[in-house]
């Protein structure tokens, strides 16, 4: 059975209760990087042009482990929300309790967002009891976080056995689907995938099966030396652990079609934020670590991508965060941007990759949720869209 999405409710009336992916970098409590806001806005205006009589907003914000921290408060949403939408948007002090159920009774109250779901413990435990006093707010429920489809938690898996019929996906979390599914069902070929980033304990699955379906799969980033080590090469002090090492030379015995394509060169220092200096072998000297791909690896992974129709990029491809070691995420970035070919790029660090490159409008592309688009591709399903259809 598949899951409804908001263009097949009807809103006229109701009181709609939403859960967003509000998880926005804060520095001194201003938001830093609004994307995960822009990307909900069409929901949101979709739902308030459609006649809904009262939108309840909802989301999680950082990790403030089930207690209340103002460090973590959705207040900043809040004001800029106002200010996208030109209209009053009221905040409350808790997301259960407090008044919320009196103030959605008052009848100048349209537009609600709710404190920090994560703020009690029971939304991480996935609280049937937390989840049900959520329900009550909404006749109808819209699930539009896919960055935050990949957890069972109270509001996005629970609270589903509340909406009988009534639950349903927002534009942004049918956008996600439907991109992703292009890649898992039917990607063009030939089909190359990108994993870089730092993680490969997390990453494990999804190379894994992505093995199975991509044409090629570059390899890049910390993630790169497990591989290169496991191959025999030397990769100084660079991010590798044993444990990694051994995932590694479980996924190159697995890779029988050679399908897995490594960097040959590297900007590496002695340490990190060090002297950048360019190594042209594959090998690293015992006291650098590799901070960046080389100018020969960026040559070969350009010409691997050169003839893709479909590319998934999640992980980038050194420390770009230092602009000594960005060129070889950067130089990627535009080459991926300038393919005639489906992009997709995931993961919040290539993310903000593509976005300070000035190459992020040019992907077909860019997910919103790094963690659950990798699960997604995994296991082509997610707790919070299976959730969806508990009703259905
Ligand atoms: P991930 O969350 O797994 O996508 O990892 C992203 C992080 O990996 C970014 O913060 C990068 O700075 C980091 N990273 C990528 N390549 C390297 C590298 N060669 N050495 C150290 N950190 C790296």
Known sequence: MAIKYIHQADLDGKKVLAR??????LQDGKIIDTSRVDRALPTIKYILENGAKKLILMSHHGRPKGKVNMDYSLGPVAEYLAEKLNQEVIFTESAI??????????????????????????????????????????????????GAAHRKH???????????????????????????????????????????????????????????????????????????????????????SEDDVILATKILKADRGNKIELPCDHIVSEKFGGTPESCSSVNINDDKMGLDIGPSSVSKFSQILSTAKTVLWNGPMGAFENTDYAAGTYALCETIANLDAFTLVGGGDSVSAANKSGYADKFSHISTGGGASLEYIEKGELPGIQALKFGV
């Open 97 to 146: 309790g407090c008044g919320v159920k009196e103030l959605l009774t008052l009848k100048d109250t349209r537009i609600v967002l709710l404190q920090n779901l994560r703020f009690h413990p029971e939304e991480e435990k996935n609280d049937m009891n937390f989840a049900k006093e959520l329900a009550v707010y909404g006749d109808i429920y819209v699930n539009d976080a896919f």
């Open 20 to 25: 967003f992916d509000f998880n926005v970098p």
């Open 154 to 240: 109270a509001s996005v898996y629970a609270i589903n056995t509340f909406y009988n019929k009534e639950a349903y996906g927002g534009l942004l979390l049918e956008q996600e689907v439907l991109a992703l599914n292009k890649i898992l069902m039917s990607p063009k070929k030939p089909f190359v995938a990108i994993v870089g980033g730092a993680k490969v304990a997390d990453k494990i699955k999804t190379i894994e099966k992505l093995l199975i379906n991509v044409d090629k799969l570059i390899i890049g980033g910390a993630m790169a030396y497990p591989f290169l080590k496991a191959k025999g090469q030397r990769v100084g002090t660079s991010l590798c």
